[in-house]
């Protein structure tokens, strides 16, 4: 296969997927998180969940992750094992971050109507443990979640080489 250097535009198509990327596993963190008893999920009466709020708060996620995938995007894609030790850490460090910036984006609405209260730190920083618990509840996530992370470092890890493949 022959390769081409990329231009700009390609450059920055990759790092909108890597920031995608990382955006999405933010969002599936909390949606696992929310929907996390998948069995009464069924038997739940739809007009009685708070789907707004659920919304607000994915969206509110998806926006943290794709924050914290833009800030800690250089861990992601270098060679060998030394890089996929730090993609994962990253991981870890994007779902944190985007925990607590979703939380806190999440939340400005009742921010800006109620003003400031002191159970907002803990409504915050509890976003900070979306990882774990989401994990800890439904544990097939894991390895979801690992892949979207692998998915990332790859792609992340094509910009930084510099080259796509040409297909003839």
Do not use: N
Request: charged letters at 15%; glycine letters at 14%.
């Amino acid at each position: 296969m022959e390769h081409q250097t990329t231009d700009g535009a390609a450059s920055k198509l990759l790092k909108r997927q890597v920031i995608l990327t990382l955006a999405l596993a933010s969002m599936l963190l909390f949606l696992a998180l929310v929907f996390e008893d998948v069995g009464e999920l069924a038997t739940v009466d739809w007009s009685e969940l708070p789907l707004g709020l659920i919304v607000r708060y994915a969206v509110a996620m998806g926006i943290g992750g794709a924050i914290a995938g833009y800030i800690l995007m250089g861990l992601f894609g270098r060679p060998g094992v030394i890089g996929w030790g730090l993609s994962m850490t990253g991981g870890i460090l994007v779902a944190t971050f985007a925990g607590l910036l979703g939380s806190a984006i999440g939340l400005s609405p009742d921010l800006l109507s109620d003003g400031y209260q002191t159970r907002d730190i803990v409504a915050i920083g509890a976003g900070a443990l979306v990882l774990p618990l989401a994990v800890i509840g439904w544990p097939v996530l894991l390895p979801v979640w690992i892949v979207l992370i692998a998915r990332a470092h790859m792609l992340a890890r094509k910009r930084r080489q510099g080259s796509l493949p040409v297909l003839r």
